[in-house]
């Protein structure tokens, strides 16, 4: 017998009603930009436009000439960026659309074709915008990816060093958890000024390191060969060269931060959790400033250190009420199971491919909980010890983003309710089961009484 499933109600697709009557479709290219607007709004529906900026603006009049009052574009690299700007600052309702979402029948692709296409999906209403921050977001955003793309830099010429070091037999890396260090940095400048005595160079040996000096002195016998102290050289040069671009770039980040006012309540600064400061971390104090932004200590929140926090806020902005509910700001980050249905039975759960700056910052924070003595690390301990690393990883990641949106959304602080939180739960959800099938026998179920 046929199990009974609740069936959904089927849509009627009978009429499709135009939404946006006065709305328009852009191609986006390097070279050309081609723009549609309905029918019977000027001589020629399609027209083909340069990309310079006089271009842009032309754009802008014409679409207003037409009287086209809402826009849809596809997210074309960086190409589209300029134009959402020429085409707000004219107070049009500008739609970046995901191209994954417009793409045609198959054989039917010229420029031409494509920007008619978006103009008729978004008439229709079928096109749904992507997200982005608001603009002082996104100039924060700006500088930030600025700054991960220079640490990056930074750390294939700290590869380059170990490289030269390893060449000599220099065994740095052997008595120092970080050549960059201050005992590192102050041996590796020595070299390059023309020192080679192994005992005068150990002498700069910090006394919190774990190595003995003898150690040292062992590890740094080597070839001290030429060309390889000029390429080491070279390596010194260019990180300190990334490291003071770095310190310019925090100066800018610390000037946007200050355009946030101070929340009035409470006035004075949140109690922070003491952790080890990262060398990637800004030259101020970030997680004072991200206060600042948002009313609320996310650093608090157990796996988020004020780097990660500051990854997710200028990806997502601070206002919560552009998510509809939660499981929409989830859903966005990619932290939800896509669930594909067929004859009535889910035939996969896998999670569609992202490359969300934000998701990959829940997910990093996830996995360092994995020896935390918290609640978020106990519930990441026991999905792992079920489903493995991978999924407890994204289980923990989507319970992160939840806490993240209710503290944003509500303005309330973060309480670790304890590592046996979730234990406690599970045996109450365990006694509940247990008791409600004893109860379908006819049973009682009866602890045993503890002398």
Excluded at 286 to 311: E, F, K, N, P, R
Aim: charged share 25%; hydrophobic share 40%.
């Amino acid at each position: 017998m046929p199990k009974n499933r609740s069936r959904p109600q089927a849509p009627n697709f009978d009429v499709l009603a135009q939404i946006n009557l006065n709305a328009a479709g852009i191609d986006i290219g390097a070279a050309e930009i081609y723009v549609a607007v309905p029918t019977g709004r000027d001589t020629q529906s399609v027209r083909a436009f340069g990309v310079f900026t006089a271009d842009l603006h032309a754009i802008a009049q014409w679409l207003k000439n037409c009287a086209v009052e809402t826009v849809a574009m596809e997210a074309t690299g960086v190409y589209w960026v300029a134009l959402y700007e020429v085409l707000e600052s004219h107070s049009m309702d500008v739609n970046l659309i995901n191209a994954r979402h417009v793409k045609n029948v198959s054989g039917r692709k010229s420029d031409v074709v494509d920007c008619q296409w978006i103009q008729q999906l978004h008439t229709y209403g079928l096109l749904q915008p992507s997200f982005r921050p608001p603009e002082h977001i996104c100039a924060i955003r700006s500088l930030v990816r600025h700054r991960d793309m220079l640490t990056r830099y930074r750390a294939a010429h700290i590869q380059h060093m170990q490289k030269a070091l390893e060449l000599m037999n220099l065994k740095l890396t052997n008595v120092l958890s970080d050549i960059t260090g201050v005992t590192g940095m102050r041996m590796i400048r020595s070299i390059v000024a023309g020192e080679r005595n192994p005992a005068v160079l150990a002498q700069y040996r910090d006394r919190r390191c774990a190595k003995s000096e003898a150690e040292i002195i062992k590890s740094l016998e080597g070839h001290y060969r030429a060309e390889q102290i000029f390429a080491l050289q070279q390596a010194v040069e260019l990180f300190d060269f990334y490291t003071h671009q770095i310190e310019t770039c925090d100066v800018q980040l610390e000037a946007l931060y200050a355009q946030f006012d101070m929340p009035d309540e409470p006035s004075t600064p949140p109690p922070t959790k003491k952790r080890k400061r990262s060398k990637n971390h800004p030259n101020f104090d970030l997680a004072q400033s991200l206060y600042h932004m948002t009313g609320v200590d996310l650093t608090q929140i157990d796996g988020l250190d004020a780097l990660s926090v500051q990854t997710i806020l200028t990806e997502v902005g601070t206002d919560m009420s552009k998510f509809n509910t939660v499981k929409h700001f989830t859903s966005w980050l990619g932290l939800s199971p896509n669930n594909q249905v067929s004859g009535g039975k889910v035939k996969g759960r896998s999670r569609e491919k992202t490359k969300n700056r934000a998701n990959l910052a829940f997910r990093r924070a996830a996995q360092s909980l994995a020896r935390s003595q918290s609640a978020l690390g106990a519930f990441y301990r026991r999905i792992r010890a079920r489903h493995g690393g991978p999924k407890a990883v994204v289980a923990t990641a989507h319970k992160l983003a939840r806490i993240f949106y209710f503290m944003l959304q509500r303005q309330t602080p973060f309480q670790d309710p304890g590592a046996d939180y979730y234990d406690k739960q599970y045996r109450a959800r365990v006694i509940r089961n247990l008791e409600r099938r004893a109860a379908t026998l006819g049973m009682k179920l009866e602890p045993i009484p503890t002398d």
